[in-house]
DNA sequence: ACGTTTATTGACTCATCAATCAAGAAAACA
DNA sequence: TGTTTTCTTGATTGATGAGTCAATAAACGT
């Protein structure tokens, strides 16, 4: 019984039946089947609206730096002054859409593709650079020259704490990993006043 | 022109082998016989030796967290007092053996396999549990209760660190990143002395 | 009513690869 | 010398999975 105007749908169904996917098996090792499984429907079908595997694993990991990207605007717009607005990306960053358990798991898995297709490298720069590029905006009047330095420890450190929710069974505690990274912030802010 | 006494001199062969070829490849898809390959034999025989290619994997990973810890020892033995030992270790996270371009890649590749194998998390677990304990010991006489908080937090920017590193091209810069890292802890010792 | 576009799938092709096996060749041993 | 053990590989098997294709069917336009 096809309906028409499917396509959206169909390909938002495979976008997150792909991060399930990956967040479940833990790794990239995903076959088309299986999602076209989870998503309702034949692989071929998901091979007419994407192509190929990897343009489906692109559309994932697009998807899932949009959602990130869109947190991050929200959480900004709300914010004050620049200690703030330094708070509300770090806790953006740990916010309910993007550290979700089989979200983390597949950021995980996006790191490695990004060492072997290009298109995923971009994708993961543009994030490293908007994250780089907040940061030192707002730490810039509050640390002067240390903040470009800062940044990148800052940005570590929460690159890092996805790492470790990776590998942790059970669900992930953003608010202790935010209130980590918010901790050596003020302590650095502390020493910069 | 088979000679005796090769089984040793094979698995070494091959355990390298397979490091290079997980970070040249930057993934955990490689083929048995790109690693025989590379390591001068057929594939045949690394099974021969290995009986599987997830053996040839731990293998490696073993590797990997033997010459990280034997790093480690190293610089403990030559440090003086709980911030000379706190330095040592965070350089000897970033010391030429395991931060060398393939190693760093490799290791991103691990954290995936620990996801599926839970031999690879049992590994992985060890290693993060003897940095903490490592960080912790030293951290106590110099900030008390803070410690397991600042270990958690140095512990996520040196792993951070290193998936930073694994994106990069060229080779990476071992110095500037313990420097970052220092950075934060001498920051966090100042406040708390 | 009828051709066209969109949706959908089962069946198939083709390539890749882990793992096995039989067999050869050199050393060790009796 | 002959037998056993160690080392080694080419060839083969068996499974798996990405991508293609032909065919069906519903909606849409005319």
């Given at each position: 019984?096809?309906?028409?105007?499917?396509?959206?749908?169909?390909?938002?169904?495979?976008?997150?039946?792909?991060?399930?996917e990956?967040?479940?098996?833990?790794?990239?090792?995903?076959t088309?089947?299986?999602?076209?499984?989870r998503?309702?429907?034949s692989?071929a079908?998901?091979?007419?609206?994407?192509?190929?595997?990897?343009?489906?694993?692109?559309?994932?990991?697009?998807?899932?730096?949009?959602?990130?990207?869109?947190?991050?605007?929200?959480?900004?717009?709300?914010?004050?002054g620049?200690?703030?607005?330094?708070?509300?990306?770090?806790?953006?960053?740990?916010?309910?859409?993007?550290?979700?358990?089989?979200?983390?798991?597949?950021?995980?898995?996006?790191?490695?593709?990004?060492?072997?297709?290009?298109?995923?490298?971009?994708?993961?720069?543009?994030?490293?650079?908007?994250?780089?590029?907040?940061?030192?905006?707002?730490?810039?009047?509050?640390?002067?020259?240390?903040?470009?330095?800062?940044?990148?420890?800052?940005?570590?450190?929460i690159?890092?704490?996805?790492?470790?929710?990776?590998?942790?069974?059970?669900?992930?505690?953003?608010?202790?990993?935010a209130?980590?990274?918010?901790?050596?912030?003020?302590?650095?802010?502390?020493?910069?006043?």
């Amino acid at each position: 019984m096809p309906k028409v105007g499917m396509e959206p749908i169909r390909k938002a169904a495979l976008v997150r039946a792909t991060i399930a996917e990956i967040g479940n098996t833990g790794s990239l090792d995903v076959t088309v089947s299986q999602i076209a499984k989870r998503a309702g429907m034949s692989s071929a079908l998901a091979h007419h609206y994407f192509g190929s595997k990897e343009q489906i694993f692109l559309a994932a990991m697009r998807h899932i730096l949009t959602l990130y990207g869109a947190e991050v605007r929200g959480a900004l717009a709300a914010a004050d002054g620049p200690r703030g607005r330094l708070i509300a990306v770090i806790r953006a960053s740990f916010s309910g859409g993007s550290f979700r358990r089989e979200a983390v798991s597949a950021w995980l898995n996006f790191y490695v593709m990004s060492q072997i297709k290009p298109e995923a490298m971009r994708l993961l720069l543009v994030y490293q650079a908007r994250l780089r590029s907040n940061l030192i905006h707002d730490l810039r009047p509050l640390v002067g020259d240390r903040a470009p330095m800062l940044a990148e420890g800052l940005g570590a450190m929460i690159d890092g704490a996805y790492l470790r929710e990776a590998l942790k069974s059970g669900t992930p505690d953003r608010i202790r990993a935010a209130e980590m990274v918010l901790d050596f912030l003020n302590t650095e802010l502390e020493r910069g006043a």
